[in-house]
C-alpha cells in the first residue's frame, strides 16, 4: 500500500501558518486603507465632479496654510470660504480641492493657495463646480492629483501586494495542512517516474527551498523597492537644501539593489535549469537503509559534468540578545558524494546518487533537528544548485547494504564542501629551499570572515554617525566622526591587509603584516622560542538562520608563554587542520594539542 507522506506539515504546523498569516495582516490592512480610503474615493470624486456645474462664486477668506511636521520638512495646505449662488438660493461651500489633507507633493498645495490668496486679495471671482443633485457640495478645483495616486499607489503594492499575498499563501497552506494533504503531490500512482520505490514507500517530488526563498525575496524586493522610491523623493532633496545629512536614505537604495540582484540571479537559474524536483525511492529517509534520490534538470550533457550532493543535518536552536530573539542553525553531521550524470531526452540530464545514512544520527522528529539535500555544480560557480528538505527517520530492523549495488555509505565529512579548496583565496603554503615553508595570505581574504562587520558599518553605521555629525551637538559631532573614521579604517585594513609568515626549525619564525605595500606589524623569534604549532577558534558568525561559521587562526605557541599568529581567517575545522598539518609537515616544528 502506497505511503503518502505530508511535508508541509513536518516543516510548518498549521497554527505556524496562522502566525505567518497574522505578521502578514497589519501590511495588508496599511495597503486596503490606502486603497479603499484613499485612491478610490479621490478616483470616485473625480470622476462624478467631471458632471457638476460650474458657477461664478466669491472668496471670503483664502489662505495657505504652513505645516511643518519635522525639522527641514514643510507641508502647505488650503482653506477656503467662498459663496455661490445656484437656483437663487445663495450657499457657502469650504472645500477647495479633492483632497484637503496637507502635503507638499507636486507642489499642488501651495499653488492652489497662493492662485486663491492672490484672487482673494484682488477680489476677483473665482469658478466653483457645484452638484446639481445636492447644490450644498462644491469645491473649487476638481482636477485628479495623479502624482498624489502614483504615490498612495506604492504603499498598495508593497504593504498590500506583499500582505495579502503573504496572508493567501499562507491560508492556502493552513488549509492542506489541516487536511492533510501534500504540498508536493506525486505523480500518477503516487510513484515518480524512473524511480522504483523501496520498501512500500511512494516517493513524492519535493520543491526546492529556492522556490519558496524566491517568493519571500520578491516580496522584500518590491516593498524595499516602493519604500526606497518614497524614502528618496521626500527626503534625499533636503541634502541639496543644506541638509547632508538626508543622504542617509541611500542605504535602503543599495539594500533594494542587493535583492534585486540576489532576485535576478535565483530567476536567472530557474529559467536556465528549469524548476526541477527532488525525487526519492524512500520517504521517508531511513538511517542506515539505502535509498535513490535523483534530479532533472534542463541543461546539455557534457562529459565534464561533476555534481554533488550534500546531506546535512541542522539543529535550530534559538538565541535571546536583550528583547530579542534570534534563530540559528548549528551543524550536526554532513557528508557528501558525487552524481551520476545520464542524459534523459534531448536537453535533459540526470543526476542520480544511490547513498545511505549511517545509524545513530539524530532524526527529523527530534525537537528542532532538519535534514537538507544540498546540490551543487563543482566546475561552475553559476550552475545548477538547489537545496531540499528531506525527512529523515529511524532505520529499526532496516537491512544494511552491502555497497555491491552502488550505494555510496555516507562519511561525516566535518562540513568541507566537495570539489573546493578550503585555502582558496585564504592562504598559500609554500615549501622554501632548504627546509621551511611560507605561508602567504592576500589582500581582500578577510572579506568573507569580517563581511558581517564590513557591511554592516557601510550600511548602517557610517550613514547613522554621518548624520549624528552633523545634527548632534559638538560632543557627541566628535564622537560620531571618530566612530566613522574608525569604521572606514577597520574596513579599509580588514580588505587591504597582507600577511606573510617565514617558518623553519633552523631559522625560527618571522612574520610581516602590510597594508597597501606599507609594513605595520612584523614579529621575528628564533628556533628555540617556538614550542610548535596549533590552531584556535577565533570567533563564530552565522548570516541569517543559516549555518554558523567558525573562524580559525593558525599560531605559534612561544616558550614561557605567548603567540604569533601565522595564519586567520581560516573558514570552518577543516580548513584550519589542513592549514596546520601542511605547517607541521613543512616546517619541522612540533603538532600541539
Given at each position: 500500500?502506497?505511503?503518502?507522506?505530508?511535508?508541509n506539515?513536518?516543516?510548518?504546523?498549521?497554527r505556524?501558518?496562522?502566525?505567518l498569516?497574522?505578521?502578514?495582516?497589519?501590511f495588508?490592512?496599511?495597503?486596503?486603507?490606502?486603497?479603499?480610503?484613499?485612491?478610490?474615493p479621490t478616483?470616485?470624486?473625480?470622476w462624478?465632479?467631471?458632471?457638476?456645474?460650474?458657477?461664478?462664486?466669491t472668496?471670503?477668506?483664502?489662505a495657505?496654510?504652513?505645516?511643518?511636521?519635522?525639522k527641514?520638512?514643510?507641508?502647505y495646505?488650503?482653506?477656503a470660504?467662498y459663496?455661490?449662488?445656484l437656483?437663487?438660493?445663495?450657499?457657502?461651500?469650504?472645500?477647495?480641492a479633492i483632497?484637503?489633507?496637507?502635503?507638499?507633493?507636486?507642489?499642488f498645495?501651495?499653488?492652489?493657495?497662493k492662485?486663491l490668496?492672490?484672487?482673494?486679495?484682488?477680489r476677483?471671482?473665482?469658478?466653483a463646480?457645484?452638484?446639481?443633485?445636492d447644490?450644498?457640495?462644491?469645491?473649487?478645483?476638481?482636477?485628479?492629483?495623479?502624482?498624489?495616486?502614483?504615490?498612495?499607489?506604492?504603499?498598495?503594492?508593497t504593504f498590500?501586494?506583499?500582505?495579502?499575498?503573504?496572508?493567501?499563501?499562507?491560508?492556502?497552506?493552513h488549509r492542506?495542512?489541516?487536511?492533510g494533504?501534500?504540498?508536493?503531490p506525486?505523480?500518477a500512482?503516487?510513484?515518480?517516474?524512473?524511480?522504483?520505490?523501496?520498501?512500500?514507500?511512494?516517493?513524492?517530488p519535493?520543491?526546492?527551498?529556492?522556490?519558496?526563498?524566491?517568493?519571500?525575496l520578491?516580496?522584500?524586493a518590491?516593498?524595499?523597492?516602493?519604500m526606497?522610491v518614497w524614502?528618496?523623493?521626500?527626503?534625499?532633496?533636503?541634502?541639496?537644501?543644506?541638509?547632508?545629512?538626508?543622504?542617509?536614505?541611500?542605504?535602503?537604495?543599495?539594500?533594494?539593489?542587493?535583492?534585486?540582484?540576489?532576485?535576478y540571479?535565483?530567476?536567472?537559474?530557474?529559467?536556465?535549469?528549469?524548476?526541477?524536483?527532488?525525487?526519492?525511492?524512500?520517504?521517508?529517509?531511513?538511517?542506515g537503509a539505502?535509498?535513490?534520490?535523483?534530479?532533472?534538470?534542463?541543461a546539455?550533457?557534457?562529459?565534464?559534468?561533476?555534481y554533488?550532493?550534500r546531506?546535512?543535518c541542522?539543529?535550530?536552536?534559538s538565541?535571546?540578545?536583550?528583547?530579542?530573539?534570534h534563530?540559528?542553525e548549528?551543524?550536526?553531521?554532513s557528508?557528501?558524494?558525487?552524481?551520476?550524470v545520464?542524459?534523459?531526452?534531448?536537453?535533459?540530464v540526470?543526476?542520480?546518487?544511490?547513498?545511505?545514512?549511517?545509524?545513530g544520527?539524530?532524526t527529523?522528529d527530534?525537537?528542532g533537528v532538519?535534514?537538507?539535500?544540498?546540490?551543487?555544480?563543482?566546475?561552475?560557480?553559476?550552475?545548477?544548485?538547489?537545496?531540499?528538505?528531506v525527512?529523515?527517520?529511524?532505520g529499526?530492523?532496516?537491512?544494511?547494504?552491502?555497497?555491491g549495488d552502488?550505494?555510496?555509505?555516507?562519511?561525516?565529512?566535518?562540513?568541507?564542501?566537495?570539489?573546493?579548496?578550503?585555502?582558496a583565496g585564504?592562504?598559500?603554503?609554500?615549501?622554501?629551499?632548504?627546509?621551511?615553508?611560507?605561508?602567504?595570505?592576500?589582500?581582500?581574504?578577510?572579506?568573507r570572515?569580517?563581511r558581517?562587520?564590513?557591511?554592516?558599518?557601510?550600511?548602517?553605521?557610517?550613514?547613522?554617525?554621518?548624520?549624528?555629525?552633523?545634527?548632534?551637538?559638538?560632543?557627541?559631532?566628535?564622537?560620531?566622526?571618530?566612530?566613522?573614521?574608525?569604521?572606514?579604517?577597520?574596513?579599509?585594513?580588514?580588505?587591504?591587509?597582507?600577511?606573510?609568515?617565514?617558518?623553519?626549525?633552523?631559522?625560527?619564525?618571522?612574520?610581516?603584516?602590510?597594508?597597501?605595500?606599507?609594513?605595520?606589524?612584523?614579529?621575528?623569534?628564533?628556533?628555540?622560542?617556538?614550542?610548535g604549532?596549533?590552531?584556535?577558534?577565533a570567533?563564530?558568525?552565522?548570516?541569517?538562520?543559516?549555518?554558523?561559521?567558525?573562524?580559525?587562526?593558525?599560531y605559534?605557541?612561544?616558550?614561557?608563554?605567548?603567540?604569533i599568529t601565522?595564519?586567520?581567517?581560516l573558514?570552518?575545522k577543516p580548513?584550519?587542520?589542513?592549514?596546520?598539518?601542511?605547517?607541521?609537515?613543512?616546517s619541522?616544528?612540533?603538532?600541539?594539542?
Amino acid at each position: 500500500m502506497a505511503m503518502t507522506t505530508t511535508l508541509n506539515r513536518k516543516n510548518m504546523p498549521p497554527r505556524g501558518w496562522l502566525v505567518l498569516g497574522l505578521f502578514a495582516l497589519p501590511f495588508a490592512v496599511v495597503g486596503l486603507v490606502f486603497l479603499f480610503a484613499a485612491i478610490v474615493p479621490t478616483l470616485y470624486d473625480g470622476w462624478r465632479m467631471q458632471a457638476w456645474r460650474p458657477v461664478p462664486a466669491t472668496l471670503v477668506d483664502a489662505a495657505l496654510q504652513t505645516y511643518r511636521p519635522g525639522k527641514g520638512k514643510v507641508t502647505y495646505g488650503v482653506s477656503a470660504t467662498y459663496h455661490y449662488t445656484l437656483g437663487g438660493v445663495r450657499y457657502t461651500g469650504t472645500r477647495a480641492a479633492i483632497n484637503a489633507g496637507p502635503d507638499d507633493v507636486a507642489h499642488f498645495q501651495y499653488s492652489l493657495g497662493k492662485r486663491l490668496e492672490r484672487a482673494h486679495q484682488a477680489r476677483e471671482p473665482v469658478t466653483a463646480y457645484v452638484n446639481p443633485a445636492d447644490p450644498a457640495q462644491a469645491v473649487l478645483d476638481r482636477s485628479i492629483r495623479w502624482p498624489l495616486l502614483r504615490l498612495w499607489s506604492i504603499f498598495v503594492v508593497t504593504f498590500g501586494g506583499v500582505g495579502v499575498g503573504l496572508m493567501a499563501w499562507a491560508w492556502r497552506n493552513h488549509r492542506r495542512g489541516s487536511r492533510g494533504e501534500d504540498l508536493y503531490p506525486a505523480t500518477a500512482g503516487g510513484h515518480v517516474q524512473g524511480i522504483a520505490p523501496e520498501g512500500g514507500g511512494s516517493a513524492g517530488p519535493i520543491s526546492s527551498l529556492q522556490k519558496l526563498e524566491t517568493r519571500l525575496l520578491a516580496g522584500f524586493a518590491v516593498a524595499a523597492l516602493g519604500m526606497s522610491v518614497w524614502l528618496c523623493l521626500q527626503v534625499l532633496p533636503g541634502a541639496w537644501q543644506g541638509r547632508p545629512a538626508a543622504a542617509i536614505v541611500l542605504v535602503f537604495p543599495l539594500i533594494t539593489l542587493g535583492l534585486l540582484r540576489a532576485l535576478y540571479r535565483r530567476r536567472r537559474m530557474r529559467l536556465r535549469f528549469g524548476d526541477a524536483q527532488l525525487a526519492l525511492s524512500l520517504l521517508p529517509v531511513r538511517l542506515g537503509a539505502p535509498f535513490t534520490a535523483q534530479v532533472d534538470i534542463r541543461a546539455p550533457l557534457r562529459q565534464t559534468m561533476r555534481y554533488s550532493a550534500r546531506l546535512l543535518c541542522l539543529r535550530s536552536r534559538s538565541l535571546r540578545m536583550g528583547d530579542e530573539r534570534h534563530e540559528t542553525e548549528d551543524l550536526q553531521w554532513s557528508a557528501s558524494a558525487r552524481a551520476q550524470v545520464h542524459a534523459q531526452g534531448p536537453g535533459t540530464v540526470r543526476l542520480r546518487w544511490r547513498l545511505q545514512v549511517p545509524a545513530g544520527l539524530p532524526t527529523s522528529d527530534e525537537p528542532g533537528v532538519h535534514w537538507r539535500l544540498e546540490i551543487l555544480d563543482e566546475d561552475d560557480a553559476h550552475g545548477y544548485r538547489a537545496q531540499f528538505r528531506v525527512p529523515v527517520v529511524a532505520g529499526a530492523g532496516v537491512a544494511v547494504a552491502a555497497g555491491g549495488d552502488g550505494t555510496q555509505a555516507l562519511v561525516d565529512d566535518e562540513g568541507l564542501v566537495p570539489g573546493t579548496d578550503p585555502l582558496a583565496g585564504v592562504c598559500r603554503l609554500q615549501p622554501l629551499p632548504g627546509g621551511g615553508v611560507q605561508i602567504t595570505q592576500p589582500a581582500g581574504r578577510m572579506w568573507r570572515a569580517q563581511r558581517v562587520v564590513i557591511l554592516t558599518g557601510a550600511l548602517i553605521g557610517v550613514p547613522l554617525f554621518l548624520a549624528l555629525a552633523v545634527l548632534a551637538p559638538l560632543p557627541v559631532r566628535l564622537g560620531a566622526s571618530l566612530a566613522a573614521a574608525l569604521l572606514v579604517a577597520w574596513a579599509l585594513f580588514a580588505v587591504g591587509n597582507r600577511r606573510t609568515s617565514t617558518l623553519s626549525a633552523q631559522q625560527g619564525i618571522r612574520m610581516e603584516r602590510q597594508l597597501l605595500g606599507l609594513r605595520t606589524a612584523f614579529t621575528q623569534r628564533p628556533a628555540a622560542d617556538v614550542q610548535g604549532l596549533a590552531i584556535r577558534l577565533a570567533y563564530r558568525q552565522s548570516l541569517g538562520n543559516g549555518p554558523g561559521e567558525e573562524v580559525y587562526t593558525l599560531y605559534a605557541r612561544l616558550r614561557g608563554g605567548g603567540s604569533i599568529t601565522l595564519a586567520d581567517s581560516l573558514s570552518g575545522k577543516p580548513a584550519a587542520r589542513q592549514a596546520l598539518h601542511a605547517a607541521v609537515r613543512l616546517s619541522g616544528y612540533g603538532h600541539l594539542q
